[in-house]
């Protein structure tokens, strides 16, 4: 099993799953953070830590390839995250869990791309 991060990170990018990741196999994008799926440990702890809920299991229904194939690539190309640092100034506006309704999935081609 791996997990991956959704787009419901984009723009909200809070970091309180990468204080508990015994393996650093989180990735700072400049607006969402990735895991490395070779390198979690299928621990799951930080799943319930996501304050917008943006971390799945690959037998969670919304888990796709799709997201599967973003995070990968990206945690070889973006740099790897060790400790919480402050989410951005708006994370809460981007938050589904605080009332954002939108469906943040057309944020994902910009990294589909290259």
């Not at 990735?34 to 440990?41: A, D, F, K, S």
């Not at 809460?92 to 954002?100: E, G, L, S």
Request: net charge negative.
């Amino acid at each position: 099993m791996a997990y991956v991060v959704t787009q419901d990170c984009i723009k909200c990018k809070y970091t309180d799953c990468v204080e508990v990741c015994p393996v650093d196999c989180f990735y700072e994008g400049p607006d969402f953070l990735v895991i490395n799926p070779i390198e979690c440990i299928d621990c799951g702890v930080c799943e319930p830590e996501c304050p917008a809920d943006a971390i799945i299991a690959d037998n969670h229904p919304k888990f796709t390839k799709r997201l599967l194939d973003i995070n990968t690539k990206m945690s070889k190309i973006w740099p790897v995250i060790v400790e919480q640092i402050d989410a951005p100034a708006d994370a809460d506006d981007w938050n589904p869990k605080k009332d954002y309704d939108k469906d943040k999935t057309p944020l994902l081609d910009k990294y589909d791309k290259n």
